[in-house]
Nanobody, 127 residues
């Protein structure tokens, strides 16, 4: 199985930017579909973004499209989420998730159930 560790969260004013990182270890990285999710207080965890192994295909939630960019560095077993033009509604705990033998399409549309999670990193957007 794979272990996931997120980093890069913090406090930022509306309109600011943050870059999140998810480092994977202990598993065969190419075998996992990787993506980002978030959960705000009182809300269900929701899909944010995912990317194919090659990086050629990406999917985003409508709420973040045009503001967030997912990328990956396979040599480092790491997936990133660049978040620009942050809004207070983006405030949440952001989680890296993985599905063994998953696909980008299935992660995006909810067909795959994420069963590997990182510990989460808090993103708070003020004003």
């Amino acid at each position: 199985q794979v272990q996931l560790v997120e980093s890069g969260g913090g406090l930022v004013q509306a309109g600011g930017s943050l870059r999140l990182s998810c480092a994977a270890s202990g598993g065969y990285f190419p075998g996992y579909q990787m993506g980002w999710f978030r959960q705000a207080p009182g809300k269900e965890r929701e899909f944010v973004a995912t990317i194919s192994w090659s990086g050629d295909t990406t999917y985003y939630a409508n709420s973040v499209k045009g503001r967030f960019t997912i990328s990956r560095d396979n040599a480092k077993n790491t997936v990133y989420l660049q978040m620009n033009s942050l809004k207070p509604e983006d405030t949440a705990v952001y989680y890296c998730g993985a599905v063994w033998r998953g696909t980008a399409q299935a992660m995006a549309d909810g067909t795959d159930t994420v069963n590997y999670w990182g510990q989460g990193t808090q993103v708070t957007v003020s004003s």
